[in-house]
């Protein structure tokens, strides 16, 4: 065994990659990403020992939330970006006080080789942990706290921060170094992860709408034009922003790829006129839309699939938190600004994309524009019109199980509307599966962050119908996962107390099999079984 990762949904058999992620990623990478995790662990245990005021820490924020976000799947492959990221946080982690008492190894080891890395990253990685509950709930826990670190970075590149959020990712990551600590307090403390969660996402809509505008219902073009192009992956809207006004002018048009589709509903990038629409559906089918592109692509974010070619390597440039052997990397300045012209020389070398596919999507459903529709929603549900709410939010993946997904929506009662956000919603966006009254069937919400919106959603809706609980609405929840930003939105529903969730299309290879009884008893937690079987069951509860 040359690694060991479970943390997303394709892990193999279920069970864990020994050799290679099924990512991609390399046993090197990972175990170097154990060993960042397990120093971020000693800064934390500093922190909350110390108890110094999180207030002061500003770069240790910024710079723990980068690191917790690079080891997110599919976004950091490069092994010396990894290892000069460990460099950098055992620095900073040695600028704080050493509390008093004996603390861990992690707040006090030293590695600066790389060689002495991959030695200590060895004895640290995810196995380190004995007892499978308590390595389970720990692994859970440091899980949602990368989803969590990820939305929480993307409010602060926008100015928004939240000092309680700091407070709890540091007593969190210090918890898990406590031998104390018995499976139930670490249920507990999943929880409260989850409760963070939901601040996080909250934070991040403050700082997307207050800084782009409120989403507004939109139609995005999935076809192509006649110049040269850049395709933008990823999450990060400030980089978009950034871009579009760098390629403002240039003869270059920007395309949305993947999770940055969403973008198109805000009201403050509508005014250029070279956004050109959206290129291709999820992340895994970068293969070979990537070929077609024939532009450059930035990846601001996760989702990195390695490509199989050195041509498209050569067209692929990183920022924020991502990296790739070979691909270049683009840092901002002292003020924040990325210089994107090198992007944008390459894209002028390059012919445009070859158009897959024509038409539209719509979208652009947020929680403040479906409940301007909350009345005719009402109306609907109570006529009859509308009989049930699917909320089908999540990830898309490669694995052909998950075909399951598009199958599901296309079973589903021509009375019922989906509910979605992030990447799984390319399993059904395309299906044409028509609107009720005027309510499209399938109400996109935007990004994974955008989660939050269908909650608010939710809970408005529960109002509006004067009842006391959630788990009362004609909604059900029908959740796909991959990686680890679905584990914090999957904790933060379990926090505000929806229960019943079926998630798919396996549940997590991280629960052992005590941690998956206590969800299943406490939670209702299901895995799915085929899409006829699940449509009837849902119907009918």
């Known amino acids: 065994m040359s690694m060991f990762c479970y943390q997303c949904q394709e892990t193999a058999g279920g069970k864990g990659c020994t050799l290679r992620g099924v990512c991609g990623k390399t046993a090197e990478v990972s175990n170097l990403q154990d060993l960042l995790i397990y120093t971020l662990k000693g800064i934390a245990q500093r922190i909350t020992l110390g108890k110094p005021d999180v207030t002061g820490l500003g770069e240790i924020h910024r710079e723990t939330l980068t690191s917790l976000f690079a080891t997110i799947t599919n976004a950091n492959f490069d092994e010396a970006s990894i290892a000069e990221r460990i460099r950098l946080m055992l620095r900073l982690r040695d600028t704080l006080p050493l509390p008093a008492g004996t603390p861990h190894d992690a707040a006090v080891f030293h590695a600066d080789t790389l060689e002495a890395m991959r030695e200590k990253a060895a004895t640290v990685g995810v196995l380190s942990t004995a007892n499978e509950d308590v390595r389970s709930l720990r692994e859970m826990i440091v899980y949602g706290l990368k989803g969590m670190a990820a939305y929480t970075e993307h409010a602060l590149n926008i100015g928004k921060e939240n000092q309680a959020i700091y407070a709890f990712l540091y007593e969190a990551l210090a918890?898990?170094?406590?031998?104390?600590?018995?499976?139930?307090?670490?249920?507990?403390?999943?929880?409260?992860?989850?409760?963070?969660?939901?601040?996080?996402?909250?934070?991040?809509?403050?700082?997307?709408?207050?800084?782009?505008?409120?989403?507004?219902?939109?139609?995005?073009?999935?076809?192509?034009?006649?110049?040269?192009?850049?395709?933008?992956?990823?999450h990060d809207l400030t980089d978009l922003e950034q871009l579009l006004a760098q390629t403002e002018g240039t003869g270059v048009d920007v395309y949305t790829h993947s999770e940055m589709l969403p973008a198109h509903y805000y009201p403050a990038f509508k005014k250029y006129a070279h956004f050109a629409g959206n290129y291709g559906n999820a992340w895994w089918k970068q293969l070979t839309e990537f070929e077609s592109f024939r532009g450059p692509i930035l990846f601001t974010t996760n989702c990195i699939v390695p490509p199989r070619s050195e041509e498209v390597r050569a067209r692929i440039f990183t920022t924020g938190a991502t990296g790739y052997p070979g691909c270049r990397h683009i840092l901002p300045d002292a003020n924040g600004r990325k210089d994107f012209s090198g992007i944008i020389a390459l894209a002028k070398t390059l012919p445009p994309p070859?158009?897959?596919?024509?038409?539209?999507?719509?979208?652009?459903?947020a929680h403040d524009q479906v409940l301007a529709l909350a009345d005719q929603v009402v109306a609907a549900v109570k006529s009859g019109a509308i009989r049930k709410f699917f909320v089908m939010a999540g990830c898309d993946g490669r694995m052909k199980s998950r075909e399951y997904y598009a199958d599901f929506a296309r079973k589903l009662p021509a009375d019922t509307v989906i509910l979605t956000a992030g990447c799984a919603k390319y399993r059904y966006n395309k299906l044409g599966l028509g609107d009720i009254g005027g309510i499209p069937r399938v109400l996109d919400a935007g990004q994974c962050n955008d989660s939050y919106s269908l909650a608010?959603?939710?809970?408005?809706?529960?109002?509006?119908?004067?009842?006391?609980?959630?788990?009362?609405?004609?909604?059900?929840?029908?959740?796909?996962?991959?990686?680890?930003?679905?584990?914090?939105?999957?904790?933060?529903?379990?926090?505000?107390?929806?229960?019943?969730?079926?998630?798919?299309?396996?549940?997590?290879?991280?629960?052992?099999?005590?941690?998956?009884?206590?969800?299943?008893?406490?939670?209702?937690?299901?895995?799915?079984?085929?899409?006829?079987?699940?449509?009837?069951?849902?119907?009918?509860?």
């Open 175 to 234: 918890a898990t170094l406590d031998d104390t600590l018995t499976a139930d307090d670490l249920v507990a403390l999943t929880l409260r992860t989850g409760e963070y969660g939901v601040q996080a996402m909250a934070l991040l809509d403050e700082a997307n709408t207050s800084r782009f505008g409120k989403p507004e219902i939109t139609t995005v073009n999935i076809g192509v034009r006649t110049n040269p192009a850049i395709l933008i992956s990823g």
């Open 456 to 541: 608010v959603i939710a809970l408005a809706l529960k109002e509006a119908f004067g009842l006391d609980d959630i788990n009362k609405l004609p909604i059900a929840f029908n959740i796909a996962w991959y990686e680890q930003k679905a584990v914090i939105v999957l904790l933060a529903l379990l926090y505000l107390g929806v229960r019943n969730i079926h998630l798919g299309p396996t549940l997590p290879g991280f629960l052992s099999p005590n941690v998956a009884r206590v969800l299943v008893e406490k939670f209702g937690i299901a895995s799915i079984t085929t899409a006829q079987d699940d449509v009837a069951l849902f119907m009918n509860a």
């Open 354 to 365: 070859e158009e897959i596919e024509t038409g539209s999507i719509v979208g652009g459903f």
